[in-house]
Every structure is written in C-alpha cells, then in structure tokens.
C-alpha cells in the first residue's frame, strides 16, 4: 500500500476537490471542515486518495467521484498497534477513550467490501511484525462478521477482538460524556 502507512500530510483539497470545492480548513492528514456540522473524511487505496466520505447528522455518503478505500489515520504503522474501526468517528472516539496509548487507525466506512479486505491485506502485510492489529468493529451481528473476516487476514495470535461495551465506541464516548458530573455551586 504505496505510501499511505504514516501518512502526515494534509490533503490536497482545494477547487478541484470531489466535494466540489466546499472544504475551508484542513486539519493534517485527517479530514476537513464544510462549516455547520459536516466532516469530509477521506479514503485511500494503494494509489493514493481515492475518496471522500461525508458525513453529518442528516446525511452521509462519498462525494460525487468517490471511491470507498480506507481512512488511515496519521501514523497508523509507527505505534503499538492498529485498531480497524468501521468508521473513522468510531476510530476518534476510541482514541478518545484511550488517551496517550500508541494507536494508529483504520476505518472502512461500514461493513467492508472484497476490495476494501483487499487493501486491508496489502496494509497490515506492510505493518512491522510484531505490531498488535487490534478489530474494534461494533457490537452487532454486521459487527462480528466484519471481525471475523478481517481478523482471517492476520496470522493466529496476533489480532485481537475488542467489541465495545455499547453498539459502537461513538456510543461508548458518549455514555461516558453524559456521566461526567459538573460541581455545583459552593465547589
């Protein structure tokens, strides 16, 4: 997978973008801003960038052009381990969850397509040998399905399953959010 493990540069979006020109800040190798409450995240294959996945909380989908590749997150190969998440929200908040641990991560935006396990191979066969993959796919049938196929693509004792306590670590993050207590007057 030419030159997408520890990837650290910022995309190329500007004018010509698939999203038709509509980004207007670029946060380094991981998604760009619409404005409002959208987030264009995008997807790799083994020649480069190939998509771009829009998501908000009345739409998502790949922008016009767009292929499904995978959301790699910046220095997936140089950490502990690599988590494969089904969506890159799912992979920030697990990162989230998890602070200061050497993680990098891969998303497939939902269930994963031959081709998507395809690159996932080319990925985790480029990954240094001793590295944990870690399969962190939600908590639901689609879930452990998609776990079982891409934990297939490692040699036995190297991956490991980690469903989430919720349906998916978005959840997770979430539930925890709501139980943080604020002190109230006289603290």
Do not use: F
Not at 4 to 9: D, N, P
Not at 44 to 49: H, P, R, T, W
Not at 103 to 123: D, K, N, P
């Amino acid at each position: 997978m030419r030159g997408a493990v520890g990837r650290g540069s910022s995309l190329p979006i500007g004018p010509d973008d698939p999203c038709g020109g509509a980004a207007r800040r670029t946060i380094p190798g991981c998604s760009s801003l619409l404005g409002g409450d959208r987030v264009v995240i995008p997807h790799y294959d083994g020649d480069g960038l190939c998509g771009y996945e829009i998501r908000g909380p009345a739409y998502r989908g790949m922008a016009r052009g767009s292929r499904r590749g995978l959301w790699i997150s910046v220095g997936a190969g140089a950490g502990d381990a690599i988590v494969v998440m089904e969506s890159a929200i799912d992979a920030l908040s697990h990162a989230a969850l998890h602070p200061g641990v050497g993680y990098g991560y891969v998303a497939t935006s939902g269930a994963v397509s031959q081709r998507q396990l395809e690159l996932l191979r080319a990925l985790l066969d480029a990954l240094p040998s001793g590295m944990r993959v870690v399969v962190a796919t939600d908590a639901d049938e689609a879930g452990d399905r998609m776990a079982e196929q891409i934990m297939a693509l490692v040699p036995p004792g190297r991956a490991e399953r980690e469903r989430p306590p919720a349906k998916d670590w978005n959840d997770v993050l979430m539930r925890k959010a709501t139980r943080v207590s604020v002190p109230g007057p006289g603290y």
